[in-house]
């Protein structure tokens, strides 16, 4: 399964836009690239899925450069609930496939 | 529509003993992986049941073993408790049907809330 790399930790505030990228050197062709987000003692969130160009929901936009070698999930205007580690994955989109979690990313947002 | 639950929410063993931890998955899944998550640290998959039998496993001894039902609900056992056990244990559902266009279902996984297993 290919290695992610992404930040420790980010500092916001209230009302920005914050941007977390993750590189993904080793991506393989059948790979799709998954954000999850965690809160303290609960289990982690599925926040957004994509496989190239831009994927965007309610929650946030996945932006995955031609090359696939790196994604960037964009969070608009964060409030402090948005407090919480953030985890980049890259796995085969076959259900099921066992998920490989890395120490993800701690997004800290001031008001 | 229930989401994944897990049970006990926290439980406190001594080392040596036993533990036994449940999972409902949520409601048409019918794959259940568990995975375990140390203070700090990101989950790291334990194994994973479908059909009621173990699919995949990752690099766990042979002390945690698990359970599927004909009702897709899971157990996770772990023997002979360590120190190092402490941590919270996560159950995670998914659906390895296909869809009924025979389009592939994405690989996303709904977590339970988890048990906070602490060992003294």
């Known amino acids: 399964l290919a290695k992610t790399t992404q930040p420790i930790s980010m500092d916001s505030y209230e009302g920005q836009e914050v941007n977390i990228t993750c590189s993904h050197n080793?991506?393989?062709?059948?790979?799709?690239i998954t954000w999850y987000q965690q809160f303290p003692s609960q289990g982690p969130r599925f926040i957004i899925q994509?496989?190239?160009t831009k994927v965007t929901n309610e929650v946030a936009s996945l932006f995955i450069p031609a090359d696939r070698k790196s994604s960037t999930l964009s969070l608009p205007r964060v409030s402090l609930s948005d407090t919480a580690v953030y985890y980049c994955?890259?796995?085969?989109?076959?259900?099921?496939?066992?998920?490989?979690f890395g120490k993800g990313t701690t997004l800290s947002v001031s008001s | 529509d229930a989401g994944v639950t897990q049970s006990p929410t926290h439980l406190i063993k001594t080392r040596g003993q036993q533990v036994t931890l449940r999972c409902s998955p949520k409601?048409?899944?019918?794959?259940v992986s568990w995975y375990q998550q140390a203070l700090g640290q990101g989950p790291q998959f334990i194994f994973q049941?479908?059909?009621?039998?173990?699919?995949q496993r990752g690099n766990f001894p042979d002390r945690f073993s698990g359970h599927q039902f004909p009702n897709y609900s899971s157990e996770l056992n772990v023997n002979a408790l360590l120190l190092g056990d402490s941590a919270l244990y996560l159950c995670?559902?998914?659906?390895?049907?296909?869809?009924?266009?025979?389009?592939?279902?994405?690989?996303?996984?709904?977590f339970g809330a988890g048990t906070r297993l602490s060992v003294l």
């Open positions: 994955l890259v796995a085969p989109n076959q259900a099921g496939t066992a998920l490989i």
């Open positions: 080793n991506i393989a062709t059948n790979d799709y």
């Open positions: 409601s048409g899944h019918d794959t």
């Open positions: 994509g496989y190239k």
């Open positions: 049941y479908y059909e009621e039998e173990e699919r």
């Open positions: 995670a559902s998914s659906l390895a049907q296909r869809g009924l266009a025979g389009g592939r279902v994405k690989n996303i996984q709904y």
